[in-house]
């Protein structure tokens, strides 16, 4: 893995930019019963041949994050292994060895790698970890604060940009704590997706540290300027398609989604709303998404 501040640009990539196209999916979104819930456990999303969104059941489990699947010449990278560990309940092993499998059924290669990484080390984004621990030719970098900017290299530069090469596929990455300390995002110049896992989505912002989400969320609007970004997808949604309405936490029916993919623009409204929000407690509610500070006395508790 390639560590340092890229130095020149990846002109193969903006070409794949500028011919760049929506998400075209529905994604599963629970059911009325979840007894009688006829989903499958994981919906697989292929965007392009090389690039694979994944979101589990709210079925399974209520938060139903997405994760995120990119495949390189040499190695893939998964991001995130959802919100619950057991394969009988969450097959994630299964289904990713199956895509693999595919993958190398096209592109044969005998010595092809999968690495596991995070968003950031919350339960919801880190159970399936375990599926993986056995897998050959697998690494699974923890999520924790110690051992992820290790690998990063943000243990000795917070500021840089780290690069994880895939072959002829490099992804930019950088520290992004308020959410979480140990938060990272992710840029894909092959899609020119933006993942930010729970920095920011169409859903509640949970945040423990206000003032490193504000230099965060800076952070990624420069970062965005000089970057050819399509779409900007955390790990949820939350929000209903009515502006400022989201629904209750733990719901596992959700029939009026509004879209996973956010944009630049959105971005610089959650900026906007921080201006809003200033120095206050609490649970500040927005058309996109709402504002949940928990870095002060009042805050909103993970379950509000």
């Known amino acids: 893995m390639d560590a340092?501040?890229?130095?020149?640009?990846?002109?193969?990539a903006r070409k794949r930019i500028a011919a760049a196209r929506p998400l075209d999916v529905r994604w599963i979104h629970g059911s009325p019963s979840a007894l009688h819930?006829?989903?499958p456990e994981l919906q697989v999303y292929a965007h392009d041949a090389?690039?694979?969104?994944?979101?589990?059941?709210?079925?399974?489990?209520y938060e139903a994050p997405f994760l995120f699947l990119l495949f390189g010449e040499a190695r893939a990278v998964l991001l995130d292994t959802g919100a619950t560990a057991s394969p009988a309940h969450f097959p994630l092993r299964r289904v990713v060895d199956e895509l693999m499998r595919d993958r190398?059924?096209?592109r044969p290669r005998d010595d092809y790698e999968l690495l596991v990484l995070h968003t950031h080390p919350h339960g919801d984004h880190i159970a399936g970890d375990g599926?993986?621990?056995?897998?050959?030719?697998?690494?699974?970098?923890?999520?924790?604060?110690?051992?992820?900017?290790?690998?990063?290299?943000?243990?000795?530069?917070?500021?840089?940009?780290?690069?994880?090469?895939?072959?002829?596929?490099?992804?930019e990455c950088?520290?992004?704590?308020?959410?979480?300390?140990?938060?990272?995002?992710?840029?894909?110049?092959?899609?020119?997706?933006?993942?930010?896992?729970?920095?920011?989505?169409p859903g509640r912002l949970y945040i423990e540290d206000w003032a490193a989400f504000t230099r965060t969320v800076d952070r990624l609007?420069?970062?965005?300027?000089?970057?050819?970004?399509?779409?900007?997808?955390?790990?949820?949604?939350?929000?209903?398609?009515?502006p400022g309405q989201?629904?209750?936490?733990?719901?596992?029916?959700?029939?009026?989604?509004?879209?996973?993919?956010?944009?630049?623009?959105?971005?610089?409204?959650?900026r906007a709303a921080i201006d809003t929000v200033g120095d206050r407690p609490g649970r500040h509610v927005f058309d996109d998404f709402v504002l949940c500070r928990r870095d002060l006395p009042g805050g909103v508790p993970e379950d509000a």
């Open 4 to 12: 340092q501040e890229p130095e020149t640009e990846d002109l193969a």
């Open 37 to 39: 819930n006829t989903d």
């Open 50 to 61: 090389d690039t694979v969104i994944l979101r589990q059941n709210k079925a399974v489990h």
């Open 104 to 106: 190398l059924a096209a």
């Open 131 to 171: 599926q993986f621990a056995d897998r050959p030719g697998t690494r699974v970098v923890d999520a924790s604060l110690d051992e992820a900017w290790a690998f990063f290299g943000f243990d000795r530069d917070p500021d840089g940009v780290a690069r994880v090469d895939l072959g002829g596929r490099v992804l």
């Open 174 to 201: 950088l520290a992004t704590p308020g959410h979480h300390a140990a938060a990272v995002t992710y840029f894909d110049p092959w899609t020119g997706f933006l993942l930010t896992g729970d920095t920011v989505y």
């Open 221 to 242: 609007i420069g970062f965005c300027a000089g970057r050819p970004v399509t779409h900007v997808l955390g790990c949820h949604i939350e929000m209903t398609r009515e």
């Open 246 to 270: 989201d629904y209750p936490v733990r719901t596992t029916h959700q029939p009026d989604e509004p879209p996973l993919e956010m944009t630049t623009a959105q971005l610089r409204a959650v």
